[in-house]
């Protein structure tokens, strides 16, 4: 009986928390009624609904008892921190260090470019010039997947190093015990979704990744998608995350996302899977025909560069680390010159702070959120809190 009533509370408090956020003076009475709307669901005549639990015990539990999703998890070493290693915490008026812009580009053209230098090395060995798609589709999903993995431990160290915003308060959501499963098959759906929609989409058999590249266009081109690719991304984006938000029929996909308050890179895709399926494919293949439209047409390679980039930004975005940073784009400077840029934190607001009613829907830059009056005001990353003489750089690995 003690146990039920202490998940039963759990459940109560970590409801009222996400419209609260433990701050009195801004509870509103329509948030409040949505917390009361919500409480049926939530709590059964048998007690809370299981599926809803954030309690996360499994890393130290005995392994014996762990499926092959824990195994997974654990073997890829993508946690988002060590166990029995401390985490600096930090006053949100102390000064917080930025993340050299640089460092962010470097990291992923490294990576990315890698990944088709390879993809030449093997044609040139193997003198197969022209591969089935799900042979390539296999090759750049093993890529893609190393790519993360080394972007996730980075993250922890970095993590070691400066800490989590809201850290003197909170410590981070990991992954809980009852969503294992799913987080473990999102490392799959997620990239895999991406690899298979730019397949079907975009890819030229023919066409190797010298071929490609060898043209001066194609780099030319290639500054061009990097930097309008995620605008255009986050227009279409920001519409569908607000009305999962705002429209009642279909917070219901939504809802498990924000269960998660103070998120970690590997929860980014804890969702449903509808929410899913339209986050890695129904909003890019707009984001794609709506370049196409306008006479930017992506290739599969470029394409593949141009993912990098948008996932690196999500998973700095779930992060949670107390840097100042900006995605990583080729018209960061232009977003930067009228505040429209995204910083970790204003991501890591909309999940604090955010419930049925939310705020900073973008998820690459702040534009939308800007033009369309959705944006909230930072806390620890404003301008006058960086520590300007305090650069830290994003090692290649």
């Keep these: 009986m003690s146990s039920q009533l202490d998940l039963g509370c759990e459940h109560v408090r970590g409801l009222l928390e996400s419209v609260l956020q433990l701050d009195s003076s801004k509870v509103h009475v329509e948030q409040l009624q949505q917390v009361k709307a919500e409480l049926p669901g939530r709590m059964s005549a048998k007690g809370p609904n299981p599926e809803d639990s954030v309690r996360s015990t499994w890393r130290r539990s005995d392994k014996k008892d762990w499926t092959y999703h824990h195994w997974i998890i654990d073997t890829l070493n993508i946690h988002h921190a060590n166990l029995d290693e401390s985490i600096p915490k930090h006053a949100k008026s102390e000064k917080i260090p930025y993340v050299k812009q640089w460092s962010h580009h470097l990291f992923v053209l490294f990576h990315a470019l890698s990944a088709l230098v390879v993809h030449q090395a093997l044609v040139e060995i193997t003198g197969y010039r022209e591969p089935s798609r799900w042979i390539i589709g296999v090759y750049y999903f093993i890529a893609y997947q190393v790519t993360l993995a080394q972007e996730v431990r980075i993250l922890r160290r970095l993590a070691h190093a400066y800490g989590f915003l809201d850290g003197d308060e909170h410590e981070r959501n990991d992954i809980p015990d009852v969503g294992v499963p799913r987080a473990a098959a999102s490392l799959f759906k997620t990239l895999g979704f991406r690899i298979i929609m730019t397949l079907l989409v975009a890819y030229n058999p023919s066409q190797t990744p010298f071929d490609a590249m060898s043209s001066p266009s194609w780099w030319v081109w290639l500054c061009v998608k990097i930097g309008a690719y995620p605008v255009v991304l986050d227009f279409w984006f920001y519409w569908y995350h607000r009305m999962m938000h705002e429209v009642p029929s279909l917070w219901r996909f939504h809802r498990k996302h924000h269960l998660i308050k103070h998120p970690v890179p590997l ?108 944006s909230i005001g930072r806390i620890e990353a404003t301008k006058d809190n960086i520590d300007t003489a305090h650069g830290v750089r994003m090692p290649l690995i």
Excluded at 280 to 298: D, E, H, Q
Excluded at 345 to 359: A, F, M, P, V, Y
Aim: proline fraction near 3%; charge should be negative; charged fraction near 20%.
């Design 267 to 374: 929860l980014s895709a804890y969702a449903d899977d509808e929410q899913e399926f339209l986050d890695m494919v129904g909003i890019p293949l707009i984001t794609y025909f709506t370049l196409y439209a306008f006479g930017c047409r992506l290739g599969y390679y470029d394409w593949f560069v141009v993912h990098q980039y948008v996932t690196y930004t999500e998973a700095w975005g779930h992060s949670g680390l107390r840097l100042y940073t900006t995605p990583p784009s080729t018209v960061d400077w232009l977003l930067s010159m009228f505040n429209l840029e995204l910083t970790i934190e204003d991501h890591d607001l909309h999940h604090r702070k955010g419930w049925r009613k939310s705020h900073n829907y973008g998820k690459q830059t702040l534009l939308w959120d800007s033009v369309f009056g959705t």
